[in-house]
């Protein structure tokens, strides 16, 4: 069976009580990397962090952090983003820039790379770009906020993902992000996801529930 990541979105989290989240969630067996969403008022309509964010988050952790650029002109932060700590960084193929030079500078800064989609674009868009990164996101809401509801209709994509992941026989994660909680989890990874990114499905008023993550792994895996 293929192995089920869980990676917790601290979008979610209690920004004032962070240092405490990140120990809680370093301690979790269940968590395999922290998700980090960065927004720019521009490709989405929201804001949230900068690199010093994540080198400040980086002192309470060696989980690895996949930080997950919402940005019409990402290329001036990828260096920033992966010196500040981050291990995996991925861009959204809706960006305003040339996707390939991207991934040329993810590499050179010495970090994983990862292509992400939102709802309405076609799982065919990452075909040129399959020998260029580690992980392939399917957004499972328009991107901006945490909360929002699960998009099923984005369940086929992610089955046309997988197979275009297995024809290239990389070794490529499938996340699937947004409104992923127990019950949508499962048709996911049925459909070939393996990288699970979830807000408010774990977090309990900004803070980490272990025990919602444990039952997150359990609605994938069965009980161990
Ligand atoms: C949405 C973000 C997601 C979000 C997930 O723009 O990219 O990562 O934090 O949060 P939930 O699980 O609450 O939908
Ligand atoms: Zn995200």
């Keep these: 069976m293929r192995r089920i990541k869980i990676a917790p979105s601290i979008l979610s989290a209690d920004p004032a009580r962070m240092g405490e989240v990140l120990s809680v969630l370093d301690d979790c067996k269940d968590v395999d990397l922290l998700h980090i969403d960065i927004m720019d008022g521009h490709f989405v309509p929201n804001l949230t962090f900068g690199p010093h964010v994540v080198r ?6 060696k989980k690895e952090f996949y930080v997950h650029l919402m940005l019409t002109n990402p290329s001036i932060f990828i260096k920033p983003f992966a010196e500040a700590g981050a291990n995996l960084i991925s861009v959204h193929v809706e960006c305003m820039e040339n996707l390939s030079t991207l991934f040329e500078k993810i590499k050179a800064a010495g970090v994983k790379a990862g292509i992400a989609l939102n709802p309405n674009t076609p799982a065919h868009v990452v075909e040129p770009y399959i020998q ?3 992980e392939i996101v399917v957004m499972s809401v328009y991107p901006g906020f945490g909360g929002q ?11 046309e993902i997988r197979k275009i992941v297995e024809k290239s026989k990389r070794e490529i994660d499938i996340a699937v992000d947004g409104g992923i909680n127990a019950s949508t989890a499962p048709p996911a990874v049925r459909n070939g996801a393996n990288l699970l990114i979830s807000g408010n499905g774990i977090f309990v008023e900004g803070h980490p529930d272990t025990t919602r993550i444990r039952e997150l792994r359990k609605s994938v895996e069965g009980p161990r």
């Design 56 to 61: 400040a988050m980086r002192k309470y952790t």
């Design 149 to 159: 509801k699960f998009i099923e209709s984005v369940l086929p994509k992610i089955n």
């Design 132 to 134: 260029n990164v580690e």
